[in-house]
């Protein structure tokens, strides 16, 4: 009779062969299931759980760009089309974010009056909205005598009493940019119980009048903040005439992202942003260049903000979290496209950023082109109704936050005239797939209704200027 103990110690053995012959078989028979990175790399411990999309991202990159056009085929004369340009991350778990201590500085003075003060207002809402109560939350109202409303536990009380307090200001006098640091500044530099990350956010159309207006002045003292308090300041540009430049320079200094907005329907990513500044992104810097050819007007940019100039639209998108995706609707007209049957290329997109998973500076190409036929009688077999969908979408929102800014500026009759035009752009765009609209259409009904009926409050008027002494 064999030994109980050698008899386990055989099995074992067996038991072992076996498993090595199944998993030897199982890497012949299924090469593709094997997860490995590239020779001498290893995988990062905080990426170990989603080892397969971290090799995907470092290969292949961790941005994919793709578009589509609607319509798809077009006929002689006039024509009117729109391209959807899709710039998608990698999907990848995201870690908690830590708690931050946010002071928002908010521009009220008199250059904002009006639209840019509204978009101002809803991007600090924004970011208050989406804070919890681990974080800590304080405001500074620019002008030529700023307020500054100290930090405090982000309780849902103090949320409400902050958001009431920014839908309630006015535009009134100057702008001084250095006060209003100097009072976030000192406040974010206060000892804590705990470790917050601390992080000013600058909103304004960045016209300081006060005090330091000197740009490379301005950038210093974000820096010297960040380096002697580990403070992080961004930056939010708001209306088309905003100083971007000044404001990124801030930013740039600061570590923090810098903004721009050019209209209210484009104020959701600012909260995104402020969020991802403390989080692992799937790229950074990112940016995305669109061309179109001679002969094509670009009449809008939807979804995202975009910096038009001749035939090619500039987008700085920045950072991008983990599976976002960030759509830029382009309005395109011709006049008269040619008798001559061919495919065109209607857009060339071309986008760089910076790789989380290298850190290096990664690109890619990608080309929308329609089909020109002279005999084509246009229809609905023409139309990619996936596109029309999301353009008729985009296309509403920008309508609503075009309405809204305008009756901001006490022009009620002109913000109606703008939602019907809308109206009927949308109804045109449906001619051929009115089902598909019916949802753009219901949007603008609904926010155009909220945007007319809304007691808005009389504004200040500017201040006149300063008379400059005579030597």
Known sequence: MSHPHWRGTFLDRQLLHRGAAALLLAGLLLPGLAVSAEPGEDVPDWALPWKQTWIEGRKNGTLQLSGRLTPRFIGS???????VVEVRALDFPQMESPPASVMLVMDRSASTQGRQLLMAKKA??????QLTERDRLGVVLVSDNPRGFPIAPAT???????KALVEGTLADGRSDFGTAFDYA??????????AFYRQVILISD?????GMVDPAGLAEIAREAREKHSIHTSTVSVGEDSNFELMAGIAKEGWGFAARVSDSSLITRVAKRQRLAQLRRAASATELILKVPSGFDIVGVYG?????GGNTVRVLIGEVGPGEVIRVVLHLRAEEVGRKARSLTLVKADLQYENAFTEGTRTSSFELKVQVDPELVPGRVELDLAALRLVSRAFAERSVARADEIAEEGDLPAAERTLADAREALKVMGTHARLVVIDALTLLYARGREVLAQHRPAAKKKPPEKAKKRR
């Open 77 to 83: 004369g006039r024509q009117e089309l729109f391209a």
């Open 124 to 129: 600090a809402l924004e970011v208050i909205s």
């Open 156 to 162: 849902a009380e103090h949320r409400a009493k902050m």
């Open 185 to 194: 500044f000192a406040d974010l530099s206060q000892p804590a119980e705990q």
């Open 206 to 210: 960045g016209k300081p009048t006060d």
């Open 304 to 308: 995202h903000d975009g910096i038009v």
